[in-house]
C-alpha cells in the first residue's frame, strides 16, 4: 500500500481523537474503531455517518467501488438530506461488519436501489441531530432552526453554528425516529450532475486498487493452475524454480503450485521453470464443437416442461398464415477486467487480514474464514477500487487462493494474476444455443413464438432464460423451455447476466418476425409494447432521436432493440454500415427509463460503458480446444477499440418511479441493435456472435 493511503487510513483509525465527531451508523470493524476519541466511540447510531469538529463528513460505503460511480451516487443521497457541503465529502470503504446487514457486496446493480431510502434516512437523522444541538446551545425550539450548506442557522437571529462545532454535543443524543424525508422538488443535489468525487484520487495516484497494495516484508506470489478446468496436480518438478532468482519457496495449494518470491517478475520467472503434471481429468475430451453439439441435440431431443407458456403456441404455429424458425448462439465470454485478479493477504495464527478489489467483502470473509478455520471476528477484510469488475470479482476462488498461500508464510503475500491467467481461468459468461420458431398472420402480425435454450445453468433455470423468458411483448401464444448442459467449463455473472445473450436471441428474432410479416420492425414492437407505457415511452424517444424512417446515407442501417432489466428500461438504435468488410458502427441513440436518477452525469457515463462492453461481444470470444481456453490475451480476445467507438447518446427519461440499476441496464441492447442494423444495411442476419467476415458478404 502506498505511503498515502497508510497515512490517510491510519489517520480514520487513530486520527479522529483529533477531530472529534458525531458517528452516525456504522459499528467499525475493530481495525475501524474510533475509541480514543470518548466523544464518538459511545455514540454509534446506527447509519454510515461521521460528521467530524472540522467539518468533514465521512461516509463508510458498504458497498464496492469498480467504476460504476457509488462513491459518488451514495455521497449525494447522504449529502442531500443532511445539507452538508459537498466540498466536504470524504469517504471509506469499512470492512465487514453485522451492522451493515447480512450481506456486503455489490451484484445485480442493486447499490442505488438498496440504498436510497437508508442512506438518505442516515443523512436526515444526522441533519436533525445537529439541528437540535444548535438549538440547545441557543435556548431556542429547534423549530427556530434550519441546516444548510453544513451550518444550522438561527432564522430568527441568523446567527449560525457549522456542523463541527455542534458534532460531539449531537453524538451524545439518541438517534431520532421517523424523521421526514425531502420531497423530490426540494433536491439541490440528487438529480443534478455531479463530477465524480473518485477522480482526483485516480488521476493523482492517491486511490488504492488492489494490485496497488504494499505492506512492509511483503512477498509475491503466482499460481500454475490445470490448464483444463478441474484438473489436478499429480506430480511437479521445482528444482529449477527454487534456484531461480528471487524465489523464496513453492508451495502446492488445493488448484496447482504457487510460487513465493521477493517480486511478482520474480515469482513469473521462477514459474516458467517450473514442471507439472496433470491428472487434466475428463474435460479434457470437450471442445468449441464438441459443446455446440451437445446443446444442439438437447434442445432437438426436447421432453422439458415448459418454463413459461402463453396462449396455444403449438395451435397458433400450425395455423399462421407464415412461419419461420432460426437458431442463434453465443460462445463463452471473459470478463476481462483492466486491472488482473490479486489478492493480499496476510494470515497469522490467531487472526487474519485480506486485501482485495472485491464486489463480495461478504463472501471474501467467508472464503478466508473457511481456508483459515479462524472465526470471522478475526478476519478483516480490506476493500480496495476495482479496476473493473463485470461479475467477475464477485467470486472469491481468488481471494481464497490467495489466503491458502499465505498460510505458508509468516508476512503478508500478494497473489497476482496474469492477463493469460485471468483470460483461460476465468467463470465465463455461458455459451449459449436458442431455437426458435415464429408465425405471422394473414396480416402480417406476429402472434406465436417459441424458444428452446440449452446452455449451463449456475443460478438456476430462470437466469439461464431471462431475456427471452420473460419479454415485455404481448405475443399472444408464446413458449420457452430450458436443457441445463454442463460441459464442464465454469460459468458464472457476466455483466447483465442472461440478458446479455437472450435480449440478442429474443430482440433479433422478433426483427426476423417483423420482416417475415412485412413490417416495421418499430411499428411491432410498438404495437406489442401498448400495455407497457414505460417501455414505449422509451421506444418512442429513441426513434424519435435517432430520425427513425428518415432517409440514411446509401450503404447505412439502422437496428432497434428494447430491453428491460435490473429495474430499468432501455430502448436502443444503432447506425451502421459496412466498410472494408467489416462493421462500422456509427452512432447509437439509447433512451433510458431508470426511475429516480441520482446522478445523471453517472447515468450518462454508465450507459456508454454497457455498450461499450456489448460491443465487444460481437468481436470476441472464448473457444476451447481439449477443455483448454485458446485465447490467452487482447491479440487472440478481441474487444472494442478507441477508434472503433461510435457517438453515443443517452436521453433520459424523467421519473419518480423507484430507482433501478444502471450498470447493466445497455449492455443487452447493443447487440441486437447492431445486428438489426447490419440486416437493414444488407440484408445479411447475424444469428451467430462473434461476427465473422464471412457473415457480412
Known amino acids: 500500500m502506498s505511503a498515502l493511503a497508510v497515512d490517510r487510513r491510519g489517520f480514520l483509525r487513530t486520527g479522529a481523537a483529533a477531530i472529534g465527531g458525531l458517528l452516525i451508523g456504522c459499528y467499525l470493524p475493530e481495525r475501524r474503531k474510533l475509541a480514543a476519541d470518548t466523544s464518538v466511540a459511545p455514540n454509534k447510531l446506527n447509519a454510515f455517518v461521521l460528521v467530524g469538529n472540522d467539518d468533514i463528513v465521512t461516509l463508510y460505503i458498504h458497498k464496492a467501488e469498480m467504476g460504476q460511480g457509488t462513491v459518488t451516487s451514495l455521497s449525494m443521497l447522504l449529502a442531500e438530506e443532511l445539507e452538508c457541503d459537498w466540498s466536504k465529502i470524504r469517504t471509506e470503504f469499512p470492512g465487514v461488519d453485522r451492522a451493515y446487514g447480512g450481506f456486503q457486496g455489490v451484484v445485480g446493480s442493486q447499490s442505488i436501489r438498496s440504498s436510497y431510502v437508508s442512506l438518505r434516512q442516515a443523512g436526515a437523522q444526522a441533519r436533525e441531530m445537529l439541528i437540535v444541538a444548535a438549538a440547545q446551545k441557543w435556548g431556542v425550539d429547534k423549530s427556530a432552526c434550519r441546516a444548510e450548506n453544513s451550518k444550522v442557522i438561527n432564522t430568527a437571529t441568523s446567527d449560525e453554528l457549522t456542523y463541527g462545532s455542534l458534532a460531539a454535543d449531537a453524538a451524545k443524543m439518541p438517534a431520532p425516529g421517523n424523521v421526514a424525508l ?30 496497488d497494495v504494499r ?56 514459474r516458467r521453470k517450473l514442471t507439472v503434471q496433470w491428472d487434466e481429468g475428463k474435460v479434457a475430451a470437450n471442445s468449441t464443437a464438441d459443446i455446440t453439439k451437445s446443446f444442439a441435440d438437447a434442445v432437438a431431443q ?31 465470454l471473459a470478463h476481462a477486467p483492466m486491472e488482473p485478479l490479486n489478492c493480499t493477504a496476510w494470515v497469522r495464527p490467531d487472526s487474519a487480514d485480506v486485501w482485495a478489489s472485491t464486489q463480495m467483502q461478504s463472501g471474501a470473509q467467508q472464503i478466508a474464514v473457511q481456508k483459515t478455520g479462524l472465526p470471522a471476528a478475526k478476519v478483516q477484510i480490506h476493500s480496495e477500487y476495482m479496476g473493473g469488475g463485470f461479475g467477475r470479482r464477485g467470486g472469491v476462488d481468488y481471494i481464497g487462493e490467495a489466503v491458502e498461500v499465505a498460510k505458508s508464510v509468516d508476512v503478508p503475500v500478494k497473489v497476482t494474476w496474469s ?96 420482416h417475415a410479416g412485412g413490417k416495421d420492425p418499430l411499428e411491432v414492437r410498438r404495437r406489442f409494447l401498448s400495455k407497457n407505457p414505460r417501455l414505449l415511452a422509451v421506444l418512442e424517444l429513441a426513434a424519435e432521436k435517432a430520425n427513425w424512417g ?41 433512451a433510458v427509463d431508470c426511475g429516480a436518477v441520482v446522478n445523471p452525469a453517472g ?84 444469428r451467430q456472435l462473434p461476427i465473422r467476415p464471412e457473415d457480412l458478404v
Not at 465524480?196 to 494490485?211: E, N
Not at 493452475?225 to 524465489?247: E, I, L, M, Q, Y
Not at 426436447?302 to 398464415?321: C, F, H, I, Y
Request: charged share 20%.
Open 419 to 514: 492477463r493469460e491467467d485471468d483470460m483461460r481461468h476465468d467463470t465465463y459468461r455461458p455459451a449459449s444455443y436458442c431455437r426458435f420458431a415464429g408465425g405471422v398472420d394473414a396480416e402480417g402480425w406476429p402472434v406465436a413464438l417459441t424458444a428452446s435454450i440449452a446452455c449451463p445453468a449456475f443460478a438456476g433455470a430462470n437466469t439461464s432464460t431471462e431475456g427471452v423468458r420473460d419479454i415485455a411483448y404481448t405475443v399472444p401464444n408464446f413458449a420457452v423451455d430450458y436443457h441445463d448442459v454442463n460441459p464442464g467449463i465454469p460459468v458464472s455473472y457476466w455483466r447483465s447476466v442472461g440478458y446479455s445473450q437472450n435480449c440478442f436471441f429474443a430482440e433479433s428474432f422478433l426483427d426476423e418476425m417483423a
Open 302 to 332: 426436447g421432453g422439458v416442461a415448459p418454463q413459461r407458456t402463453v396462449g396455444d403456441p403449438a395451435g397458433a404455429l400450425a395455423s399462421a398464415s407464415k412461419k419461420l424458425e432460426a437458431v442463434y448462439q453465443t460462445p463463452y
Open 550 to 590: 428518415k432517409p440514411l446515407p446509401d450503404g447505412h442501417g439502422l437496428g432497434v432493440s428494447v430491453v428491460n432489466n435490473i429495474g430499468s428500461n432501455t430502448a436502443q438504435i444503432a447506425e451502421v454500415s459496412i466498410e472494408k468488410g467489416k462493421v462500422k458502427v456509427h452512432r447509437v441513440v439509447c
Open 215 to 270: 505492506l512492509p516484508n511483503m512477498l509475491y506470489a503466482v499460481v500454475e493452475r490445470c490448464p483444463v478446468f478441474g484438473g489436478s496436480v499429480a506430480s511437479f518438478d521445482d528444482s529449477k524454480t527454487k534456484v531461480s532468482p528471487g524465489v523464496k519457496s513453492v508451495v502446492k495449494i488445493s488448484n496447482g503450485v504457487a510460487v513465493i518470491a521477493d517480486s511478482t517478475w520474480a515469482a513469473m520467472e521462477g
Open 603 to 686: 447515468v450518462k457515463q454508465q450507459i456508454a460503458s454497457g455498450i461499450v462492453f456489448g460491443l465487444s461481444a460481437l468481436k470476441g470470444g472464448v473457444t476451447i480446444r481439449n477443455g483448454r481456453v485458446e485465447q490467452g490475451n487482447f491479440h487472440q480476445y478481441d474487444v472494442v477499440r478507441m477508434d472503433e467507438m461510435p457517438k453515443v447518446e443517452v436521453h433520459i427519461v424523467p421519473s419518480n418511479a423507484a430507482s433501478g440499476g444502471i450498470g447493466e441496464a445497455s449492455t443487452p441492447g447493443i447487440a441486437p441493435a447492431v445486428c438489426n442494423a447490419i440486416f437493414a444495411a444488407t440484408g445479411k442476419r447475424i
Open 182 to 211: 425531502k420531497d423530490a422538488s426540494q433536491f439541490k443535489i440528487v438529480g443534478k450532475s455531479r463530477k465524480r468525487l473518485d477522480t482526483p484520487g485516480k488521476v493523482d495516484g492517491s486511490i488504492t486498487f488492489g494490485i
